[in-house]
């Protein structure tokens, strides 16, 4: 009876507590993945709500200058698509708020949506006095309304400006139905985003988690258990860090731990058979089947206190060894088990970031555009990158964009969203590559207030003339190789494009920036690039170097070949030094090559 109780209540200990484990280990694993889910879209939310404000801040100073709005927020004003309306509020001498200035795409549409919130405006003026910011979305669709109440301190003039954006892409990414569901809300429970119908009501309705009040509405990030109609839910939340913003995401408990519901019957399974072969033994036991036991007992004390790596070594043929061997094999599938899930967690995190961030970020890698032949290449050295290029036709002028943010992954690749999305509004604007940078660098400065900066190189062709005006922000510089006329191209005639320098994008919001130019000839090719290249490494941590550089260029274009040629010869060269080891930095390199009318 000793020798059957013994394995039975020590293997039950086991499975309730391996299951126990599993248990907890995958709610940690929900409630870290839908961390990260909260956190990245409470991130891409502030993005974009600050890139809308990065735009309107010129608008907002040009009135504040002027007393009304000129003809410079006019031009910036229509040229961002996202944008419907900007009112002008100030007080009154009854102390209410009423109307001075409007900037509008539809005439009269927003002196209706003003009409339809007259009972609302009193109280968003209140909060918003008490906030400086506000974020509200009164018609439950994707208008978002940003309230940004700006004093001056000098004359006592309080001014409060009403952007009226449309968010479309991130209320459908909130309405989605996913395994998951998803909520943005403001301070008082308000969902602003979120599946259908709900938008407009009080989370506080349906489920009422802590962190809405007490101690907790201090905390940035968190995750908790809360009850509701339907059971149990797993919720995490994500301040946005704009206004009083909150993303929260909920997902069923009982839904989350589907798996633990199949992992239980098979464990039952496998522990009827444990216990059917324990019996068996235990009738033919002796001596040494008691040493045997012993050793299991004592690695289930071990697995019971978390060792899922505890092996038995017991060396016989008989059941006792076949059961040790059953042991070992389920104790290494349980460790395996945890170990992938917290891997999964981890490459998810990762995965949904640089989807969120990366998806739309580079343009294709073939083109032609006129005379120009363009040819990319881009490899991240972790699953998001901190560098980004791009080309674009403004007029009869093509633009050239590469840059490198400060090191690589999430933080990095968030910089270069920026970066995109203040490129698609320059674009628009038909200025130089020296101005665009200065308002590239005021973006960039908003977004990370110093923290990641960003080297950046911007050029601009002619296709009438062929002239190249480029301004450099602490870039790698470029190599223009000139036609050689049917010699092979030589170090000599690549002429780097370092005639202007200047400070990098993020460094200071107020920095100026100078351009020069310079004439390409038809067969004349362009090579840029970020300093991931000269940095690539070899299984052995040997860098590739500038001098091998400078050669693998040459050899991918002594014959003047096509571009898509070139970047292939190239990629092969550095790849050949790599020998598959990991990189230590981005690769991003594209050709230009100027090859005439055909």
């Known amino acids: 009876m000793l020798l059957t109780s013994l394995p039975l209540i020590t293997l039950t200990v086991y499975l309730v507590l391996a299951l126990k484990i599993f248990e907890d280990d995958k709610i940690a694993y929900?409630?870290?993945?839908?961390?990260?889910?909260?956190?990245?879209?409470?991130?891409?939310?502030?993005?974009?709500?600050?890139?809308?404000?990065?735009?309107?801040?010129?608008?907002?100073?040009?009135?504040?200058?002027?007393?009304?709005?000129?003809?410079?927020?006019?031009?910036?004003?229509?040229n961002e698509f996202n944008l419907e309306a900007i009112v002008v509020f100030t007080p009154s001498e009854s102390g209410s708020f009423e109307k001075k200035a409007l900037l509008e795409k539809a005439v009269g549409q927003t002196d209706a949506v003003l009409a339809s919130l007259q009972n609302n405006l009193p109280i968003y003026f209140s909060?918003?006095?008490?906030?400086?910011?506000?974020v509200k979305v009164p018609f439950s669709d994707d208008r978002v309304f940003i309230f940004e109440r700006v004093a001056d301190e000098t004359t006592n003039r309080v001014t409060v400006f009403m952007v009226i954006t449309r968010m479309s892409e991130a209320a459908e990414m909130f309405k989605a139905s996913l395994s998951q569901s998803m909520y943005l809300i403001s301070g008082d429970g308000t969902i602003l985003f979120g599946p259908d119908k709900l938008p407009g009501k009080k989370l506080q309705e349906f489920l009422a988690p802590s962190f809405l009040s007490g101690q907790s509405a201090k905390v940035a990030q968190g995750a908790e258990t809360v009850k509701s109609a339907e059971g149990d839910l797993l919720v995490s939340y994500s301040r946005a860090g704009f206004g009083d913003l909150t993303v929260v995401t909920a997902v069923a408990k009982e839904k989350a731990l589907g798996a633990v519901q199949i992992l239980i019957r098979k464990s039952l399974i496998f522990f009827g058979i444990l216990i059917s072969v324990t019996v068996i033994l235990s009738l033919f036991a002796s001596s040494g089947l008691t040493q045997a036991l012993t050793q299991l007992f004592n690695a289930t004390k071990k697995v019971a206190e978390g060792d899922f790596n505890i092996r038995v070594d017991v060396k016989t043929n008989d059941e006792v060894g076949s059961l040790a061997d059953n042991f070992n094999i389920m104790a290494a599938e349980v460790s395996r088990l945890l170990d992938q899930t917290a891997e999964k967690a981890r490459m998810e995190s990762e995965l949904q970031t640089a989807k969120t961030v990366q998806e739309t970020l580079f343009p294709e890698t073939r083109a032609k555009i006129g005379p120009l032949a363009i040819a990319g290449y881009y490899e991240p050295a972790s699953e998001c990158g901190g560098d980004w290029w791009h080309y674009c036709q403004?007029?009869?002028?093509?633009?050239?964009?590469?840059?490198?943010?400060?090191?690589?992954?999430?933080?990095?690749?968030?910089?270069?969203?920026?970066?995109?999305?203040?490129s698609t509004i320059i674009e628009r604007l038909n200025i130089s590559p020296a101005k665009a940078l200065e308002l590239l660098n005021r973006s960039i400065y908003d977004v990370s207030k110093g923290r990641i900066m960003m080297t950046f190189f911007l050029a601009s062709f002619d296709l009438e003339t062929g002239e190249l005006i480029y301004c450099n922000a602490s870039h790698e510089a470029p190599f223009l190789m000139k036609k050689t006329e049917g010699a092979p191209l030589k170090k000599k005639d690549l002429v780097p494009l370092n005639e202007v320098n200047n400070p990098r994008l993020g460094q200071s919001r107020d920095s100026v920036y100078a351009q020069t130019s310079i004439q390409v000839d038809v067969g004349d090719s362009v090579f840029f690039y970020t300093d991931g290249i000269p940095d690539i490494q070899n299984p052995s941590k040997e860098a590739w170097g500038e001098r091998e550089f400078i050669?693998?260029?040459?050899?991918?274009?002594?014959?003047?070949?096509?571009?898509?040629?070139?970047?292939?010869?190239?990629?092969?060269?550095?790849?050949?030094?790599?020998?598959?080891?990991?990189?230590?930095?981005?690769?991003?390199?594209?050709?230009?090559k100027h090859e005439g009318n055909v």
């Open 30 to 78: 929900v409630f870290d993945s839908s961390s990260n889910m909260s956190g990245t879209m409470a991130a891409q939310i502030k993005t974009q709500l600050n890139a809308v404000l990065g735009t309107t801040k010129p608008i907002f100073q040009d009135y504040l200058t002027q007393n009304k709005f000129t003809s410079i927020s006019e031009s910036i004003f229509q």
């Open 127 to 134: 909060d918003v006095e008490a906030s400086k910011r506000m």
């Open 394 to 422: 403004i007029g009869n002028k093509i633009f050239l964009w590469i840059g490198d943010a400060t090191g690589h992954g999430a933080p990095a690749a968030l910089i270069t969203s920026a970066a995109k999305s203040a």
């Open 551 to 592: 050669k693998a260029l040459i050899a991918a274009n002594k014959d003047g070949p096509g571009v898509g040629d070139s970047v292939e010869k190239f990629a092969l060269s550095f790849q050949g030094h790599r020998q598959g080891a990991a990189l230590v930095d981005d690769v991003t390199f594209f050709v230009v």
